[in-house]
């Protein structure tokens, strides 16, 4: 069975890790038809219903053409992705994170668009380091959807009854603290804490870092990070744990990695930690109205503008031409883009964000809105991509802070043996 790492950034490659490491098929497989086309993207009731409307619109266009849609919640997805890969039957489009794109463009699983850019796909006037974050080993494997950035969403209606003040973008995690004590204090409901736990969110890990100077990875693919950093977050996270301001660990159990289960959602947490898009589905499924802010602030910058998911062909699609027609629809086409809004990020092109200017709702305001002001305050730069591994690593950033929460270990002894087994794990990678 596979085991559930953290929010957002979690993979599950058990099965592709155990296949050979580049699919090679013979003929074309019974899944890969002509004139039939499958794709797959994790996320919510809200994003499916978008993206079938694209989906349908692209087919008014192309008579005769089938198309199998396939979506499931973040977990499932990586551990079906994975299964199919390695099986040999995958989708002809994949949805894909940035983070994850690396292990599937090397291992063979995906095809390479050079020849389709710009003849089918064209990105001309994409934000130039979001279409470079689709590139592995200098080909464009990955077209992104929109761009985003790692934020605090919060009960904006919560707050204001409680008579407590927003997160600021100056807030220190000393104020972030207290603020977190107040919520609980003045919310006064049993398992109503101030913020979920973001000790078990990788990207949490990951922003802590950067303000401090490094990155998870290296451009080499070996650990960025120290076990000072290590440490000293994960003693953060116990001092915030300790005073209330986050949610203990037995509930942070309960999430299941969507945005229904998230803490925010379930009514056990004023604030979330998650990505800027996710405004979308995390308003769709609250009453409260949902505000947006910055982290904490770092002695350096720590949020960076990202590509928050991409749109990628099969290696084994029987027709990649036509694979590649329908990403250019749902990203660069207005039919597509103004049906698929925002709710997948901010789009990296010019023309499709003027497009969308003057339809934007509430939503769709607050992330163009803050995307735009970090970009004023200098953002930190794109990291390297995750190294082979990296999944790997990434399950032993949630295990590590599943000890230090239940307190089995110190900060310090969950930090040393986080960095040491991801160490071992790179290693072999």
């Known amino acids: 069975m596979a085991k559930k790492i953290s929010r957002r950034e979690m993979l599950h490659f058990g099965a592709l890790i155990a296949a050979p490491a580049v699919l090679k098929m013979t003929g074309t497989p019974a899944a890969a038809q002509a004139g039939r086309l499958r794709i797959s993207w994790w996320g919510g009731a809200d994003r499916a219903k978008r993206t079938q409307a694209a989906i349908d619109a692209f087919k008014g266009l192309n008579a005769g053409l089938d198309i199998v849609p396939e979506s499931v919640g973040w977990d499932a997805y990586w551990t079906k992705l994975a299964t199919q890969v390695a ?216 949020e960076y503008l990202k590509p928050s998911m991409m749109l990628c062909v099969s290696a084994t699609a029987a027709d990649p031409k036509m694979a590649a027609a329908l990403i250019d629809f749902m990203v660069l086409k207005p039919g597509g883009a103004k049906l698929l809004g925002v709710e997948r990020g901010v789009s990296p092109s010019a023309k499709i964000r003027d497009l969308l200017a003057g339809d934007l709702d509430e939503t769709g305001r607050i992330q163009v809105e803050h995307l735009s002001a970090l970009s004023k305050r200098g953002p930190a730069p794109l990291p390297p991509a995750p190294p082979k591994g990296a999944a790997e690593v990434t399950a032993l950033i949630r295990q590590a802070a599943e000890k230090a929460g239940f307190k089995q270990l110190t900060p310090k002894q969950a930090a040393d043996q986080l960095v040491s087994e991801a160490e071992r794990v790179l290693s072999k990678a």
Request: include cysteine.
């Open 87 to 302: 099986g040999g039957n995958p989708p002809d489009i994949i949805q894909m994170d940035y983070r994850y794109l690396p292990e599937y463009a090397r291992r063979g699983a995906l095809r390479p668009l050079d020849d389709l850019v710009p003849s089918v796909i064209d990105p001309s006037d994409y934000v130039p380091s979001v279409i470079e974050a689709g590139k592995i080993d200098g080909k464009q494997y990955g077209i992104p959807m929109g761009m985003n950035s790692d934020v605090l969403l919060y009960d904006k209606t919560m707050l204001e009854k409680l008579g407590l003040p927003a997160p600021t973008p100056e807030m220190s995690w000393a104020e972030f603290t207290t603020l977190g004590e107040n919520v609980t204090k003045k919310a006064n409901k049993r398992g109503y804490f101030g913020a979920a736990d973001p000790s078990v969110m990788e990207p949490e890990l990951e922003y802590w870092v950067l303000t401090r100077g490094r990155t998870l990875y290296d451009a080499s693919g070996k650990l960025g990070f120290t076990r000072d950093d290590a440490e000293s977050w994960l003693a953060l996270c116990a001092e915030m744990r300790a005073k209330g301001a986050i949610a203990p660990p037995e509930l942070a159990a309960t999430d299941k990695i969507t945005i229904d289960s998230d803490l925010l959602t379930t009514g056990h947490a004023a604030i979330t930690f998650t990505n800027s898009n996710q405004i979308v589905g995390y308003q769709a499924a609250n009453k409260g109205k949902i505000g947006m802010a910055f982290h904490p602030k770092g002695d350096k910058p720590g």
